[in-house]
């Protein structure tokens, strides 16, 4: 029998023990979604959580920076104040989510569905979304410096005070988009439809 425990990232007290045969830390964790036990400000950083369902889970201030949430469902999931630097979301569901002050900075994101997820004062810098879904996406103050949303699905999104610094966005599909104070500079997307946004009307100075 192997006894493992999740802890708080901050105190380090125990917020959750399980024991079974030939125990791992996703089979500690999916015991905990399935006994609802709430995992804000816990540490489950450097884990493999590929595939897992994690939908509605509560995961405020949790530190889950470089884990593996491959093929995971996330969907309306509470996520605010979380570390997700370097987390690999590839394949993931994470319709509805609602991201706040959320570090997402080198994220892989490809293949992802965001579908009307929203992220609101997030760092997304370096990150990859890839042929993702970001259809009715919202995002507020957001960090996209550097970021690679090329191929992806942006019909409908919003983006206000955004920054799209040095930004890929070639061959996306951003039909009905709108921009409110974004910054531009050196944002590459070539090939992107842009019908029927608002981008401004010297955008071509940043076409290339």
């Known amino acids: 029998m192997i006894t493992l425990q999740i802890k708080n990232r901050y105190t380090h007290k125990v917020i959750f023990e399980y024991t079974c045969n030939d125990n791992t830390m996703k089979q500690t964790v999916e015991e905990a979604i399935r006994q609802k036990i709430s995992l804000g400000g816990a540490d489950l950083s450097y884990l493999d959580l590929s595939c897992m369902d994690l939908s509605y889970a509560d995961l405020n201030t949790t530190d889950l920076s470089c884990t593996d949430l491959s093929y995971s469902n996330l969907i309306e999931s509470i996520i605010t104040d979380t570390d997700l630097s370097h987390v690999d979301f ?3 569901n994470l319709g509805d989510c609602a991201f706040t002050n959320t570090n997402l900075f080198g994220a892989l994101l490809l ?3 965001l579908c009307a997820a929203s992220f609101n004062n997030s760092n997304l810098k370096q990150s990859d979304m890839t042929f993702s879904c970001l259809i009715n996406t919202e995002f507020y103050e957001t ?3 550097n970021a690679n949303l090329s191929y992806a699905s942006l019909y409908g999104s919003k983006f206000n005070h955004t920054n799209f610094s ?3 966005l ?6 009905h988009t709108h921009f409110t104070k974004c910054n531009f500079n050196n944002m590459c997307c070539s090939f992107t ?3 029927d946004s608002n981008m401004p009307l010297d955008f071509k100075t940043y076409y290339h």
Do not use: P
């Not at 070639?170 to 039909?175: H, T």
């Open 111 to 113: 293949y992802s569905n």
């Open 143 to 145: 960090n996209l410096t």
């Open 193 to 195: 439809n842009f019908l």
């Open 166 to 168: 040095d930004l890929f």
């Open 90 to 92: 590839t394949n993931a």
């Open 170 to 175: 070639k061959y996306a599909y951003a039909e």
